[in-house]
DNA sequence: GCTGAAACACATGATGC
DNA sequence: GCATCATGTGTTTCAGC
């Protein structure tokens, strides 16, 4: 768990950050590595859960997806992380999800194409886990966009 | 560019992002395709720009940020959003930034060591425009963590 | 904990439907 | 626009250091 990365681990994570589809042989070559102690670095990182998971950038203002809100979500009783991890992941609207402190139970932030299909998202949201009720904050225009990694 | 996708794009959308090291025929297999054909609508939505990237998420708690949180912020009376891009695109802590709607002014995405270096930002956050007050939602468990546009 | 080699699986272009 | 096939590459296991 409480795992310490040295300066390569690092490197490979940046690496894979930046282009997580690399095969194990292009990593090893930028890291002096050969391609499978690169792989038993990742395999051990993926085990000890540093890497959480590969994922893909989805560029949805290309495919016309403008409206963007934080919803936040208040639950019937106490569910589990893991009980909304499943009823959310495969929804592709969502494009974050959390617990938190507060009155809320999660806070979640959902990309769509318009308010119609925001409405239409929330909706799946909702009936996919036990909800009582959620409250959104819809984005006008957005400032800072950095990659969190 | 205006990319139309059809369901079988968009469920390959789905399979990538959640795994971006699935191969071609482990997608194809799950939206009845064959592996070229995959390769192919992935190439295209590359080439359109609609897949931006691949990349991987870190488990922050693994490099030592453990602390997030959601900040409303309201500020004195109205500030165009370009002052505020202004006052906190280099505050490193700032993850996102969007003007919103509904009470608050702007709602920020934030990222801390712990809870005082969380403090400490907010301090900066607030001091660096006229702001009013805050309210701080703080992450409790990451759900879902999709990298976005 | 690394390298090198070998078996196996995948990517990807050409071809035909 | 798809499937099939062939080949070059990448992956992954195993032995050895």
């Given at each position: 768990m ?11 994570l ?48 290309a ?87």
């Open positions: 409480a795992e310490r990365l040295d300066e390569t681990d690092e490197q490979i940046a690496e894979l950050a930046d282009n997580a589809r690399a095969t194990f042989a292009e990593i090893g070559q930028r890291v002096n590595l050969s391609a499978p102690a690169v792989k038993r670095r990742v395999d051990r990182m993926l085990d000890s859960g540093v890497i959480r998971t590969f994922t893909t950038v989805v560029d949805r203002t495919l016309g997806w403008t409206t963007e809100a934080y919803v936040q979500v208040f639950c019937h009783g106490t569910i589990a992380p893991d009980q909304l991890r499943a009823a959310w992941q495969d929804i592709p609207e969502v494009v974050s999800a959390a617990t938190v402190t507060g009155t809320a139970d999660a806070m979640l932030h959902v990309l769509a194409r318009d308010m119609r299909h925001l409405e239409e998202a929330l909706e799946r949201i909702r009936s996919s886990a036990d909800i009582e009720r959620s409250e959104s904050i819809v984005v006008l225009s957005n400032i800072i966009e950095r990659a969190l990694s």
